[in-house]
């Protein structure tokens, strides 16, 4: 059974840095592209950043140079690094992950994990 754990979240100053972990465990063929999103109180889930199995990354605007999602395929890991945080990061971050679960073409499915919570405070 697959399973994504986050890691990393917690309270930060504005201004102030953190990162993210992402951990995909369990049997699989191949992990594929990989996502962080968020979802700040009252508002719907947004894609962050993600990230191709060739380390091909791209950004959702308010995060584009201030954020860096990398990704380490021998350890099955996404890191989301964040620096010069504001309030309005505050969010729970989700990591995403297209799997092909098996060698069967159709066995390609999207998993989520439960989120880690981000908070940007002073």
């Known amino acids: 059974q697959v399973q994504l754990v986050e890691s990393g979240g917690g309270l930060v100053r504005p201004g102030g840095s953190l990162r993210l972990s992402c951990v995909v465990s369990g049997t699989f063929m191949r992990l594929n592209d990989i996502d962080w999103h968020r979802q700040a109180p009252g508002k719907e889930r947004e894609l962050v950043a993600t990230?191709?199995?060739?380390?091909?990354?791209l950004y959702a605007k308010p995060v584009k140079g201030r954020f860096a999602i990398s990704r380490d395929n021998a350890q099955n890991t996404v890191y989301l690094q964040m620096n010069s945080l504001n309030d309005e990061d505050t969010a729970v971050y989700y990591c995403n992950a297209d799997i092909q679960v098996t060698r069967h073409p159709s066995d390609r499915k999207l998993y989520w994990g439960q989120g880690t919570q981000v908070t940007v405070s002073s």
């Open positions: 990230i191709s199995s060739g380390g091909i990354a």
